[in-house]
């Protein structure tokens, strides 16, 4: 649209309307004054002899008229007066308080102008008979000449068919200018009384968000309307959440009664998988597990790095369900439970074969070497010795530290135990396949091959009593995390031990997934898998298959990074996939680059309008539905932005949280210390770490 020309046409349109509103009153005061010349005339007949007092009357009348003109301006400056403040008054009611706060949206000066002319003729009517009533009542009273009141009267019927006429013409002309403001697309007055500068503004706004996005943090009313705000009566319930925000928003929409709005839990309400990205020391234990473990009333296996968790919660849980802590050190304060994945390891498991090839996967952690020759011959030695061990071994035996013995025999012992396997039918000839190849290989090629696996043991020699307490019997039921009956497992370790006795952890997640993948059970709520400080397990291609699959088997994963470049470092090839099914992603405490620039673009963009530098500096922006030209009507451009910046991550408030749903805008929200939350008052004991 071409601005300067809609505004020359418009002048134009106004000056018609003066000049045509300017010769109609010219026309009427000149016939109001023949006619009070034709009354001198008449008057002046010569067969008429005017009295006195007729002559009085006369040049009374010409006195008056010149009053009435006098009075009729006046009376229309005064209507100018007053329609102008009435139209100011009507549109700062109701289109300038509610944009307050944006001062330039004015009245733009032609519209006024326009609205003041029209007042001016409309209000100069009444003014006119108002005057001409009064004039003629007071003739009739005093002269009571007839003649002479019904030429007064004629001549003002003259000068209101004049107003009227004018009016009419106004009138007319407005609906000219309002049919020329519809076909050059532009509003017409006081249809939104602001200046053409905010219009372009909105109308870039608009522009700019269809082609850069829209993103922005939900509030708690669009977060409550997509059932992901539990409160304490309202919405989602007992499903993992990952902070609380603020509520009096819903009280629109929720009755909370005298009391004072509660903190809502911004729960994820779906069975995907759920990540956690918080660099250490940033509150993970306080601020997310110990509240969820207080909170989730679902089966859980949580790894503890320090018994922190199960100090603190097992009491609690235990009166849900049964509670199993499995702690080794004794961190925890409480005694410790054992379970043997060997004793999964029969023939009444049809799985079993599959779940012994799941632990050897476990006990054999991938190196960094492309060459995985060694490793992967070490894990078919230790699964047919696992087999073996489990199947055929004698019943005080079969556990992993008489595999770990088996597996420090001389080498000519371990042939011998190789040629007895040879002879085994046991296990579909898995086991005696296994004697037999390892049986006749090269000295050499075994050799390096069952160093491999005695590298990947050690962690049973290195501190034999501890895992004995927790490998040798069996003392729960795994199968329980998926049955009605429930169950709370903790996997204790100190922070110490997490790197030589990170086997042990492998063991039991692979055998607690393996054992529930063939449990058929569906649990009213998924088993909930907290693995604290994710990187120490390295990669476990059983994690990495069961990311898309857990959700289908009764379980959720809920995995927790210190940054990105630990999921990296541990799933080369297969991170994205992390983060591709996650239902959920949680982050704070952020220190390191990479993952505040990854999620800083996670959060996604938004366009805006900003102010150029100067007039007239704009740009042009094509997109799928045409380009916009921010050049016209001011220095207005557009352009877009992040909704969180890399610093905004570096830099969060210690109780601040970023939450990343599947699918949704970004939610800010805070942490919910346990300590701190009056809903789990008594729920919690003493932490004997701080």
């Not at 304490?232 to 009755?255: N, Q, W």
């Not at 509660?262 to 020391?281: D, I, M, N, S, W």
């Not at 220095?635 to 699918?663: A, E, S």
């Amino acid at each position: 649209m071409n601005t300067e020309n809609a505004s020359i046409n418009y002048r134009k349109v106004f000056t018609l309307l003066y000049v045509a509103a300017g010769a109609i009153g010219a026309a009427v005061w000149a016939w109001l004054f023949w006619d009070t010349a034709f009354i001198d005339v008449l008057i002046a007949q010569p067969h008429v002899q005017p009295t006195p007092a007729e002559m009085e009357l006369v040049a009374l009348l010409k006195s008056r008229i010149i009053v009435s003109a006098v009075a009729c301006v006046a009376g229309g400056v005064a209507a100018l007066a007053f329609g102008q403040w009435l139209i100011r008054s009507i549109a700062y009611a109701k289109y300038l308080w509610p944009h307050r706060d944006h001062l330039e949206v004015v009245l733009r000066r032609d519209d006024r102008t326009f609205i003041e002319t029209l007042c001016l003729l409309t209000f100069g009517l009444p003014i006119v008979v108002l005057v001409k009533t009064v004039w003629l009542t007071i003739m009739i009273m005093r002269y009571a000449f007839l003649p002479i009141a019904a030429t007064i009267i004629v001549s003002f019927i003259h000068a209101e068919a004049g107003f009227v006429l004018g009016v009419v013409t106004a009138v007319f002309l407005s609906v000219k200018v309002m049919d020329y403001y519809k076909r050059i697309n532009a509003p017409p007055a006081l249809e939104h009384p602001k200046d053409a500068l905010q219009r372009e503004y909105e109308a870039l706004d608009a522009e700019a968000k269809r082609l850069f996005g829209d993103a922005h943090f939900l509030s708690p009313v669009e977060v409550f309307s997509k059932q992901m705000l539990g409160l304490v009566r309202h919405g989602v319930s007992h499903a993992p959440f990952m902070g609380k925000m603020p509520t009096a928003s819903l009280a629109e929409y929720i009755d909370f009664g005298d009391e004072k709005p509660p903190q809502g839990l911004v729960r994820y309400p779906g069975k995907a998988h759920l990540l956690t990205f918080a660099a250490t020391g940033t509150g993970k234990g306080r601020g997310t597990i110990i509240p969820n473990l207080l909170d989730y009333d679902g089966s859980v296996l949580v790894i503890d790095p320090k018994g922190e968790n199960a100090a603190v919660t097992a009491r609690h849980r235990s009166t849900m369900h049964q509670v199993a802590v499995l702690d080794p050190w004794g961190k925890s304060g409480i005694e410790t439970a054992s379970f043997n994945p060997l004793s999964w390891i029969t023939e009444e498991n049809e799985h079993y074969i599959a779940d012994a090839a799941s632990l050897a996967e476990a006990i054999v952690v991938p190196g960094r070497s492309g060459d995985t020759h060694w490793e992967d011959s070490a894990r078919d030695l230790i699964k047919g010795l696992i087999l073996y061990v489990a199947l055929e071994a004698k019943p005080d035996q079969r556990h992993l530290l008489y595999l770990r013995e088996v597996l420090s025999y001389m080498p000519g012992t371990l042939k011998a135990l190789f040629a007895k396997m040879g002879e085994s039918d046991k296990a579909d000839g898995v086991i005696r396949r296994s004697g037999n190849r390892f049986r006749d290989m090269p000295e050499k090629e075994f050799g390096s091959i069952l160093s491999t696996a005695q590298r990947h043991t050690q962690f049973l020699d290195d501190a034999p009593e501890p895992m004995r307490k927790v490998l040798v019997e069996t003392t729960f039921d795994i199968r329980d995390l998926k049955r009605d009956s429930k169950l709370s497992l903790y996997l204790c370790l100190p922070p110490s031990r997490l790197k030589s006795h990170n086997r042990w952890l492998r063991i039991m997640v692979n055998m607690a997934i393996s054992v529930l993948e063939a449990e058929q059970k569906t649990p009213d709520k998924p088993v909930l898998f907290i693995l604290d400080e994710a990187a120490v397990l390295g990669h476990m291609q059983k994690l990495a298959e069961s990311v898309g699959l857990m959700r289908g088997y009764g379980m959720q994963l809920w995995t927790i990074w210190q940054d990105l470049n630990q999921l990296k470092a541990a799933y080369k090839d297969e991170w994205q996939s992390f983060i591709s099914n996650a239902g959920a992603i949680q982050v704070f405490g952020i220190n390191d680059n990479d993952t505040a620039e990854y999620f800083s673009k996670h959060g996604g963009e938004y366009g805006f309008v900003k102010r150029g530098a100067s007039a007239g500096a704009g740009q042009n922006i094509q997109g799928a539905g045409g380009g916009v030209n921010a050049n016209e009507g001011g220095n207005l451009t557009i352009d877009k932005r992040r909704l969180i910046l890399p610093q905004d991550m570096k830099n969060m408030p210690p109780d601040m949280v970023y939450c990343f749903m599947q699918g949704e805008y970004p939610i800010e929200c805070s942490k919910t210390f346990y300590d701190q939350e009056p809903r789990f008052a008594g729920l919690f004991d003493d932490n004997p770490f701080l």
